[in-house]
């Protein structure tokens, strides 16, 4: 196959490096057919995203930092003047404080607290409000999510509550936008060897450990979540809307270790 997504096109928001779960995205979205732009933070992460855009075939990177509504004003405005319309966004965007994410949740500073919920959350629905009025046939929105969002994982804290009000919003954002035939969903992996998991102390045990004990024996990747991402913005997913689904070996169907890591 490779015109699942022919004649699709969209933004794919969070790409750091060729490891980032957002690039395992962008290739199978690109390898099925899908026109795409980028957007990027900053010189340094602009340097990383042009190559990998380039071998996509894309021309189309934009500076855009979430925080600022001029910004996000300027992004949206650019991919009408070049497309008129677009079909699907993917928001790979969360961001905590790391020395935060290694003590104890309860404390939580109130600043780490908003710049968390803002960037993790908020600016997925910031994203939505803009991205819906450049899909006047419909459309798919992606972002990601992780199973901290509802059991307690280490090293997770602030991050995990994130993650609880962006699958919350992935549910009314679906309700909201539905009778525009705009489907709203998250992807949920397991951890995966990428800069942002790099930063939650930990990261390798964890990693260890539900490669040990998921039923499948493994941990995602990022071909695997590349795959899910084309079936949910093609139209194979025209009737899924307001889902976390999850590509995480099946670890989290687990109430205990497997017998022989007990």
């Known amino acids: ?5 022919k004649g699709k096109r969209g933004l794919v928001m969070g790409v750091a ?21 980028f957007t990027y933070q900053g010189e340094a ?11 996509v075939g894309s021309d189309t990177l934009i500076d855009c930092d979430v925080t600022d509504e001029a910004s996000l004003d300027a992004t949206f405005a650019q991919l009408k003047s ?12 969360a961001f905590s404080d790391k020395s935060e994410l290694a003590g104890r949740f309860i404390n939580t500073s ?13 600016s997925f629905i910031d994203i939505a409000r803009r991205a819906a009025d450049l899909m006047p046939d419909g459309g798919t929105l992606l972002t990601l999510t992780y199973q901290g969002s509802n059991r ?5 804290n602030v991050m995990g509550v994130a993650k609880a009000a962006l699958e919350a919003s992935v549910r009314y954002l679906a309700n909201d936008l539905g009778p525009q035939k705009i489907r709203v969903n998250a992807i949920s992996p397991g951890p995966m060897k990428t800069l942002a998991g790099a930063a939650i102390a930990g990261a390798r045990n964890t990693y260890r450990q539900t490669e040990a004990n998921a039923p ?14 084309v079936y949910l913005a093609s139209d194979y997913g025209a009737c899924t809307t307001g889902e976390i689904v999850r590509v995480d070996g099946g670890y989290h169907v687990l109430g205990m270790p497997q017998p022989e890591n007990l």
């Open 45 to 55: 992460f602009g340097r990383r995203v042009a190559p990998l855009a380039a071998s």
């Open 82 to 93: 070049k497309w008129g319309t677009i079909d699907f966004v993917v928001h790979a965007i």
């Open 152 to 156: 307690v994982t280490p090293f997770y």
């Open 110 to 122: 109130r600043e780490n607290f908003r710049n968390s919920l803002t960037i993790s959350c908020y």
């Open 17 to 37: 490096n060729e490891r980032s779960i957002a690039w395992g995205i962008a290739s199978a979205l690109a390898s099925e057919g899908a026109d795409l732009a």
């Open 216 to 229: 499948l024996r493994s941990n995602a990747t990022l071909e695997a979540v590349g795959g899910t991402a």
């Open 1 to 5: 196959m490779a015109d699942l997504m």
